[in-house]
């Protein structure tokens, strides 16, 4: 299981790989909007915990149609199920190597963004907080829209409609964790509801997505 | 150990292509399916192979102790032969790389990405997987496709190791891969025949 995953950084890394597709988009959001808004600080201020989930939300859309669909290409995924790995641990460490490339690098350069947005300095703890907890749960739901999406071509637009609407709750309370955190408030109770969809999207969805990958492999 | 298919029927988008086949294949042996383009081959070695639930019938042989080289051969185009073959090898636990490079004749291109090989290295590298999966039945789906004439002597050399180390294998080909042990199963008389009532879904098209 360790191989696959060196496997996937390794891929990520090299020529083509994708690495730093989620990052510069996310770099290209926070830019545009203060330009877009207007430089009033106040209104920045008032909208950037939203706009940073949303540009973390879309950034990590952005590179799940290949998580499998490359593999299904090749042939690997036909040789991955009849390997030793279960095909259940195989989604749950390609949902890991595509949050390590893809979610921690967006949690790592939210603050510095986050001063282009005018943040409150408050809620900067929170944000690097709430985008390390909460993108786990992108990684896997788009890996489970990813898995049911796998031997369609061009099953990106799908994918989307698929995994956007289970982004909601996880945009909702971790954007409420940033806004609270920055006005002043106690921003624990959606923190947890949005660990709590974390953690059960970890648990559950590699057996979902397990399922998916099965039947397109028919 | 043993393989033993028996009364089985596969379909493949929903039709029964194949009805009823039964073979036995013990270690040593290899069994080669002789059958025209669009019979169902792949579709047999795929549900031999566990990749799809059968319709009907039952394969005795766990998936644990069986590999699949497919059309596809799962190479990674930016990783290198070693790196290719290396991820296969630890993936089942294998060790044996630099062995497996050598008997499929890779060693002058160990280093190099998979997407600077030509057709037929690309094809040796995939078959030298088999090499390193430590199974016990390989199950082979035109294993020959874009090798030269050396290359398929030197690959049925590895099959005919494989068989002397009480390995089996299960092929589809169409060319002789001079392994004159091998059997042969004609996939002719299994060819399903169509219902003649598809169900709504039939009659409704």
């Known amino acids: ?218 | 150990m043993e393989l033993s298919v028996s009364n089985l029927t596969c379909a493949r988008g929903g039709l029964p292509l194949l009805e009823g086949v039964s073979f036995r294949l013990r270690a040593g042996e290899a069994l080669v399916l002789r059958a025209p383009n669009g019979a169902g081959k792949t579709t047999l070695l795929r549900t031999i192979a566990g990749l799809q639930p059968p319709l009907e019938g039952e394969v005795s042989c766990p998936p644990e102790q069986i590999t699949y080289a497919a059309h596809a051969d799962g190479l990674k185009a930016t990783l290198t032969v070693r790196e290719n073959l290396g991820f296969w090898a630890s993936i089942h636990g294998q060790t044996g790389v630099e062995a497996a490079i050598n008997r499929m004749n890779l060693a002058s291109l160990a280093d190099r990405q998979a997407q600077h090989l030509s057709a037929g290295q690309k094809r040796r590298l995939g078959l030298a997987r088999l090499l390193v999966t430590g199974r016990w039945l390989w199950i082979l789906d035109e294993p020959t496709v874009s090798l030269d004439t050396a290359s398929v002597a030197l690959f049925g050399g590895v099959v005919r190791e494989h068989l002397a180390q009480g390995g089996a294998a299960l092929m589809a080909t169409h060319i002789d891969l001079g392994i004159p042990e091998a059997a042969m199963l004609d996939l002719g008389p299994f060819k399903a025949r169509i219902p003649a009532d598809l169900g709504f879904d039939g009659a409704f098209l």
Do not use: C
């Open chain 1, 1 to 218: 299981m360790i191989a696959l995953l060196v496997r996937d950084l390794k891929l990520a890394f090299r020529a083509g790989g994708g690495f730093g597709l989620g990052l510069g988009f996310f770099l290209i959001l926070t830019v545009l909007v203060p330009l877009g808004v207007g430089p009033d600080a106040s209104t920045l201020g008032l909208i950037a915990p939203g706009i940073l989930w949303i540009g973390a939300l879309l950034a990590s859309l952005l590179s799940l149609d290949r998580l499998f669909a490359l593999d299904f290409e090749d042939g690997s995924l036909d040789l991955l199920a009849t390997s030793p790995i279960p095909l259940e641990a195989v989604v749950a460490i390609k949902a890991l190597a595509h949050w390590l490339t893809t979610g921690v690098p967006l949690a790592l350069a939210a603050p510095v963004l986050a001063i282009l947005l005018n943040l409150p300095v408050a809620g900067y703890g929170m944000l690097v907080a709430s985008l390390a907890l909460g993108t786990p749960a992108l990684s896997m739901i788009g890996a489970f829209g990813a898995a049911l999406t796998v031997g369609l071509k061009r099953g990106g637009l799908l994918l989307s409609l698929l995994v956007l609407p289970l982004y909601v709750p996880t945009l909702v309370f971790g954007a409420q964790a940033v806004t609270r955190a920055a006005a002043g408030f106690d921003p624990v109770t959606p923190l947890l509801l949005m660990s709590g969809i974390t953690a059960a999207s970890v648990a559950l969805l590699p057996f979902a997505a397990a399922f998916a990958l099965r039947i397109n492999l028919r």
